[in-house]
């Protein structure tokens, strides 16, 4: 069993600013996580990838996010950031973490929602 712990997520206004936290627990060893990464999804749309970072640290974004995310790991604390910045409108969602082990498996976080309004 493995549990994904998500927070930093709330209402802001456009331009600014939040970071998103995941921490995974249970029965995943630190040495068995490989990628990371966040999706959102917004009402009536899919799913989609925002960013995600490999075991070696290197990263990719979606274009809409491109200069105004981060993403980043803390392998010690099996956590894995999303530095979100300028933020848009067009940024309101719903976000969830991911967790995969180097074997196939992909662990996911309950979400945490994402507002940003005026």
């Known amino acids: 069993q493995v549990q994904l712990a998500v927070s930093g997520g709330g209402l802001v206004q456009p331009g600014g600013s939040l970071r998103l936290s995941c921490a995974a627990s249970?029965?995943?060893?630190?040495?068995?996580?490989?990628?990371m990464g966040w999706h959102r999804q917004a009402p009536g749309e899919q799913r989609e990838l925002v960013a995600a970072?490999?075991?070696?640290?290197?990263?990719n974004y979606a274009d809409s996010v491109k200069g105004r995310f981060t993403i980043s790991r803390d392998n010690a604390r099996n956590t894995v950031y999303l530095q979100m910045n300028s933020l848009k409108s067009e940024d309101t969602a719903v976000y969830y973490c991911?967790?995969?082990?180097?074997?196939?498996?992909?662990?996911w976080g309950q979400g945490t929602q994402v507002t940003v309004s005026s």
């Open positions: 249970g029965s995943i060893a630190s040495a068995s996580i490989g990628d």
């Open positions: 991911n967790v995969d082990n180097r074997w196939g498996a992909r662990y």
């Open positions: 970072i490999r075991s070696d640290g290197s990263t």
